[in-house]
């Protein structure tokens, strides 16, 4: 193993940090060659580079009629060859043969693209490898091109032979793939602007006669014209998002239905700089690699095989969610690992073992975010949009608390389901020391690791220990901010490119707008209105708590997630009291329904996962039923926590 460690110090990967020297590790497949063996032939597809461990290799051109073969180069230990036709992407233009026995490192075409693509220090030393051996086989190199031309080779002695054996090194690493939409979305996005334009504004002059014969108060209908016209150009996906977010407490201040401070009041909220806070963390443990190490010694203690590896990913995405705060984050740092391992498992493409690896990777890094309050920035938004007089006692403990019973059925239940529909009976062959050498690549913690996880340590401590000390969440979080600022984890430059200051804009105006429609009285309004239209469910909790779900199950397939958190919470939370049921219960119920992937850009961890692993690891159909059982598994789960909801008095 340490002469394969060797591999990423040749000058080739100098341009990458330790964490991605850890990720590439195992992307290498070592193989192993006796005297004379044919690596490959010129005019052969080129699918992979070579780096010589031990033994030679001559590369030439094949002879012409009535002459010798043109020798072009010998390779020995830490050379690498068969990057020309890589980046040429034409076929091979010389033939390579050993000259001793041999042992090498091949890497896929694949993952030579990956990573010369996202690392252009990398790009650029290939390019002045390739520019330097393009000189010596032209003979523009005078020097160099002597000393190949006197080296004594004798292609003869050397008689075809058969590889005595291959194995991998491992795998771990990608990213999500996918497109999709409904047609009727997809014909939307690409029609003209101005039937976009003039079919919103029919409909908004429809309904505000509709709600003006219904008697409303013009700042109601104004707040009602504005969320709606906000909720078709979120469908339509014309706009940014985050551009049409910070319309509505805009457009409410321009038309006088409520005041600045109102419809601001969302950039103040203390869940603003909570999230603030959360992000910076996020951003500085995913510049020193914290989570891959954490990622690696989890996983190390799992079972080597199926079963065992599926549910350490499921674990290790739920035990990790409070570390780096950011469902996405989790997701596409998590999925090259996820990848690398299938492809060094030699395991088929799109196979049951990897769409179940990939489903549990999606349940456990993805899907549990409820679970926690910091899990993803949309439970801050939730908990924002709670009445001040339910929300005021709800801590990180209390969320967790509240939350344990829906979050453990429904992990269950989607375990099940995963093992159930991609069944895998033969054996992984996972071996322990692969990550013994990843591990050893990162080395000891770095100072900006320990910085990190101290960090990290301070705000789970101080969230976990807030009814003791009664400091709110959101200064817990700044501090953090701070130790990582001040320990030079983040700058001023890492600030700006790692944190999502698009969805801090989002989430301050969708808040300040919710604000601005509890201030005028709306959310009461809509209460008292849409009452006689649930009488059928308003008699029973249970059918109450299902048609939320399925509520929110529905829109998300017209909205994205965090307008479509927003819609459900303002029009559900004021019947919570006529109910009795709190608040939160509807917040949990909302944020746990609302990941549905029937259709692939539903959800954009799935989404992220498909695009990013290029259907290698699965397809859309493969996943078409859990996707269905999803919803089931919510409503069980649901169902389940009742009782439990009951009986510590959040159901009454």
């Not at 789970?460 to 709110?472: P, S, V």
């Not at 109450?544 to 997630?561: D, K």
Request: glycine share 8%; hydrophobic share 50%.
């Amino acid at each position: 193993m340490d002469v394969d460690l060797r591999l990423l110090e040749m000058p080739i990967f100098s341009g990458l940090d330790r964490v991605h020297r850890a990720k590439l590790l195992p992307e290498f497949e070592e193989i192993r060659f006796p005297a004379g063996q044919i690596i490959f032939h010129e005019g052969d597809r080129g699918d992979s580079l070579y780096i010589i461990i031990s033994g030679s290799v001559v590369v030439y051109r094949e002879p012409a009629p009535g002459q010798g073969p043109r020798i072009l180069a010998r390779y020995d230990a830490n050379d690498c060859f068969g990057e020309t036709a890589l980046l040429a992407g034409d076929p091979r233009t010389a033939t390579a043969k050993t000259l001793t026995p041999c042992r090498m490192a091949r890497l896929s075409k694949e993952r030579f693209d990956d990573l010369v693509n996202h690392h252009h220090r990398v790009a650029i030393d290939f390019a002045r490898l390739l520019s330097k051996r393009l000189a010596i086989y032209s003979g523009h190199n005078r020097k160099l091109h002597d000393v190949i031309a006197a080296t004594d080779i004798d292609l003869d002695d050397f008689p075809e032979a058969a590889v005595t054996s291959r194995w991998r090194l491992f795998a771990m690493l990608p990213l999500p793939s996918g497109a999709g939409g409904a047609a009727w979305l997809g014909w939307l996005k690409e029609a003209k602007p101005f039937w976009l334009l003039s079919s919103t504004a029919l409909l908004m002059t429809l309904l505000y006669c509709l709600l003006q014969s219904a008697g409303m108060q013009a700042a109601h209908i104004a707040l009602l014209l504005i969320i709606t016209a906000a909720a078709l150009f979120w469908a339509y996906d014309f706009f940014s998002p985050h551009a049409i977010a910070l319309c509505l407490p805009l457009a409410a201040v321009l038309v006088h239905a409520t005041k600045p401070a109102v419809a601001f009041s969302g950039f103040s909220h203390s869940s603003w700089f909570l999230i603030l806070g959360v992000s910076a963390l996020t951003a500085g443990i995913s510049r020193t690699g914290l989570m891959y190490r954490l990622a690696l010694l989890v996983m190390k203690r799992f079972p080597p095989n199926y079963g065992g590896q599926a549910l350490a990913w499921a674990l290790t995405g739920a035990l990790l969610t409070p570390v780096i705060p950011s469902s996405n984050a989790r997701v596409s740092l998590m999925t090259p690992m996820l990848l690398a391992l299938g492809e060094t498992l030699r395991l088929p493409g799109c196979g049951n073992a990897t769409a179940g690896l990939a489903m549990s990777c999606l349940l456990g890094f993805g899907h549990m975010s409820f679970l926690f309050l910091n899990g993803a920035a949309v439970c801050y938004l939730i908990l924002g949009l709670i009445p001040h007089a339910d929300a005021q006692w709800i801590s990180y403990q209390t969320w967790l608390i509240d939350a344990a019973p829906l979050g453990l059925t429904f992990f269950i239940l989607s375990f099940a389901a995963i093992l159930l529909l991609f069944p895998h009976k033969e054996p992984l062959q996972i071996q322990p020391e692969m990550i013994d050498a990843q591990l050893t690549v990162l080395g000891p913690l770095t100072r900006e690791e320990k910085v990190c996880l101290l960090a990290t340590s301070f705000s789970l401590i101080g969230f976990l220990t807030q009814t003791w000390h009664q400091i709110d969440s959101a200064w817990v979080a700044l501090t953090s901010f701070l130790i990582l600022y001040a320990g030079s984890v983040l700058n001023d430059k890492s600030i700006r490119s790692g944190i999502d200051w698009g969805f801090l804009i989002t989430f301050g105006s969708m808040l300040g707008f919710g604000n601005a429609m509890k201030d005028t009285g709306l959310t009461d309004t809509l209460s008292h209105m849409l009452q006689p239209l649930l009488a059928m469910v308003m008699g029973n909790q249970i059918a109450f708590l299902f048609a939320v779900a399925l509520y929110i199950y529905l829109l998300r397939f017209v909205l994205p997630i965090t307008p479509a958190l927003l819609v459900g919470m303002l029009t559900v939370t004021p019947l919570c009291g006529a109910m009795h049921i709190h608040p939160i219960v509807v917040g949990l119920i909302l944020l746990l329904t609302s990941n549905a992937w029937v259709l692939p850009n539903q959800n954009a961890m799935y989404f992220s996962m498909l695009d990013g692993t290029d259907d290698r690891l699965f397809k859309h159909e493969q996943t078409r039923v859990l996707s269905m059982l999803y919803g089931l598994i919510c409503l069980i789960a649901i169902g389940v926590s009742v009782p439990y909801w009951e009986m510590v008095g959040l159901i009454y």
